[in-house]
């Protein structure tokens, strides 16, 4: 029993040290997204139905995102850990009159696990710079669904599913401010690199999206990263 108890205040005692040198971060923000092909091919969808005069009601924006990390300091000025990181963005394309309603809509979510290195290079009333750099798996899934309504009751519906895989690199620059003993605000404006990609079909591995031209469709969310959020300092 004295052994039980001796490896457990062992453990506890190791997992608290370890604990100790975390800093968990949540944060949120805001980034732009290339996506220049599937603008081109929601824009095929519009002029192909250009005689119904479809209004073209969101382009796949910059929007939202999210993301949550946990690290370890090397020492006190260097950090390495893992993240993972949520963004949406969309299109659609809309008309709707007496005799009936057409809708076009592109939902595209991104789903991120990477790595990341974190240098605080600099401290000054309280606040510290970092240069941070991540690297990282991204799947993303797109949904293409086609509404037509004709009234009274008629209505048809044509969707499918496209994923893809590729990986990106995320350089940032941000800083800490602390906020309470163990939790600091931190904010960082940064750039994201991906590696363009294919978008293939999930029913259909073999069959790739294409425009009206018979092009493949490139998926690019590079663009800008602005974050903010809070860390937790286990230090």
């Known amino acids: 029993m004295r052994l039980v ?52 009601v969101q382009q796949l924006p910059g929007y939202l995102n999210y993301s949550v990390s946990v690290e370890y300091f090397v ?10 990181a949520y963004y949406t963005t969309g299109g659609r394309n809309h008309i709707s009159d007496y005799s009936g309603e057409y809708a076009l809509n592109m939902p595209l979510n991104g789903y991120r696990l990477g790595v990341q290195y974190r240098n605080v290079f600099a401290g000054f009333n309280k606040i510290n710079m970092y240069v941070s ?63 363009e990609s294919t978008l293939f079909n999930v029913d259909n591995v073999e069959s790739e999206l294409t425009d009206f031209r018979g092009n493949p469709v490139r998926l690019n969310w590079s663009g800008l990263r602005l974050g903010i959020g809070i860390s937790y300092n286990l230090q």
């Open 75 to 84: 020492n006190p000025k260097n950090l390495i850990g893992i993240n993972g």
């Open 5 to 56: 108890l001796s490896v457990i205040c062992v453990l506890a005692f190791v997992s608290i040290g370890i604990a100790q040198k975390y800093k968990i971060s949540l944060k949120s923000g805001y980034g732009t997204y290339q996506l220049n092909d599937l603008r081109g091919l929601q824009n095929d969808f519009a002029t192909q139905g250009a005689w119904m005069h479809i209004e073209k």
């Open 133 to 195: 750099a991540d690297g990282g798996m991204m799947l993303s899934v797109l949904s293409i669904s086609e509404t037509l309504t004709l009234y009274p009751d008629h209505s048809n519906t044509e969707a499918v599913d496209f994923t893809s895989i590729s990986f990106t690199f995320d350089p940032s620059v941000g800083a800490w401010y602390p906020l309470a003993k163990k939790v600091s605000l931190d904010i960082s404006l940064g750039y994201q690199v991906y590696l």
